[in-house]
């Protein structure tokens, strides 16, 4: 069973809209941070954006202003709603969610599968 799963994604056209998902298994208890990273082939993974259960957020320099993310804690879920897309933003989106484990001193992130986002004409 995946412990992060994703929704949403597609195709749009450039300075069209999307929204993606994200919902975080019960199975992982209280989640930390949730938001997206973003990856293109022969590219390194990026930030998209990031949001704290108290609902502090960072975004990555590229998609700030035009991307608003936001979440249900109670639901561990998170969505990002992507604005003015352009052709750039094609990529996979990758969702993680950050859980707290016993003997670990730093959160451990799980991932969604990714979802595919095309921007194009």
């Known amino acids: 069973q995946e412990r992060v799963m994703e929704y949403g994604g597609g195709l749009a056209r450039p300075g069209g809209s999307l929204t993606l998902s994200c919902v975080a298994s019960?199975?992982?208890?209280?989640?930390?941070?949730m938001g997206w990273y973003r990856q293109v082939p022969g590219k390194e993974r990026e930030l998209v954006a990031g949001m704290s259960p108290a609902g502090s957020t960072r975004y990555g320099a590229s998609v700030g202003g035009r991307f608003i993310i936001s979440r249900d804690n109670t639901k561990n879920t998170a969505f990002l709603q992507m604005n003015n897309l352009e052709p750039e933003d094609t990529a996979i989106y990758y969702c993680?969610?950050?859980?707290?484990?016993?003997?670990?001193?730093?959160?451990?992130?799980?991932w969604g599968q990714g979802q595919q986002v095309t921007v194009s004409a």
């Open positions: 019960e199975t992982l208890g209280s989640v930390l941070g």
């Open positions: 993680y969610a950050g859980v707290n484990e016993p003997g670990s001193a730093s959160p451990r992130n799980y």
